[in-house]
């Protein structure tokens, strides 16, 4: 190796002040995100008579696991709500990323005549909405989706940004070269898609398919207003309903006050909470490392560019 090479080398590994500080500020940020989630998992396992009487503290003096025990005897209910929500979380995300393929690889093809009117199509709904109140009346008297599965799934499958995404990926990173090969040797649409194009779409497709997942599990506020069955709840409406259970004991006027202050430190309602919060976000955090190169591929690769 020459000196000039050396030298190039040397320049390379030096670390600037300004990399030292980007990296404190990128590690402070990292803490600051990983406590909440570390307060979650310890208070789950703190003792209720220890947070009455000293709050919520990464220290606890006692620990326990009736939080657990709580949430465990909806036995039953957690099963069915965890089954709804695996259910709607793998359907509803495998229909997105299908039907949002195929609108962004449309969408690439300046030749096609329905080309701007279906752009026109996704951009009128993320600029204007009728509001909460319009959407409730049209789901529940028009498509009579209360009390559905189906509206828990399918306002969900179609996203503009993640469509526009998609597109941009599919313009940047497959080359049209690839697509135009396979076109002058008799491949049709469909099979250029399927066979050439959606491979090919595998980073972007595991970035927003792990976005649109986290949204799926994270559901509640539509649960909350159309689902009424039991065996449709899904776990962020079962944990919900649980707090609110433990709050309707603990304040009900037909308790007893003494009755009342004597279960105060027994009944375990936030480290229920708190147990109920870990059992339904788990998963997520469990899946989430494998997921993460395709994710920062994805979002880098198909990020829209000047």
Known sequence: MSIKETKIV?????KTPGQFLLAFTLLLYAVFCVLPVLLIIISAFTDEAVIAESGFT???????????????????????????????????????????????????????????????????????????????????????LKDTLFILIVPA?????????????????????LVDSASIDGAGEYRIFFQIVLPLMKPVLAAIGFMMATGYWNEWQGALLYIQSDTKKPLQLLLMNISKNIDMLLNSHNVPSEAIAAMSGTIPSNSATMATVLIVIGPIIILYP????????????GSVKG
Not at 10 to 14: A, C, V, Y
Not at 290 to 301: A, D, I, P, R
């Open 10 to 14: 040397s320049l390379k590994d030096r």
């Open 58 to 144: 990464y220290f606890p003096s006692k620990l326990s696991t009736e939080g657990f025990m709580v949430v465990l005897r909806y036995g039953q209910q957690l099963a069915v709500s965890y089954g709804v929500t695996i259910f709607i979380t793998v359907v509803g995300t495998f229909l997105g990323l299908f039907f949002m393929s195929m609108y962004a690889y449309v969408l690439t093809k300046r030749e096609f005549k329905m080309r701007t009117f279906l752009i026109v199509m996704i951009t009128i709904p993320m600029l204007f909405s009728g509001g909460q109140l319009a959407s409730y009346i049209v789901n529940t008297n028009v498509y009579h």
């Open 157 to 177: 499958t179609i996203g503009t940004m993640n469509i526009i995404i998609m597109r941009t990926f599919i313009q940047t990173s497959i080359p049209g070269e």
């Open 290 to 301: 494998f997921f993460q190169k395709y994710f920062v591929k994805g979002l880098t690769l």
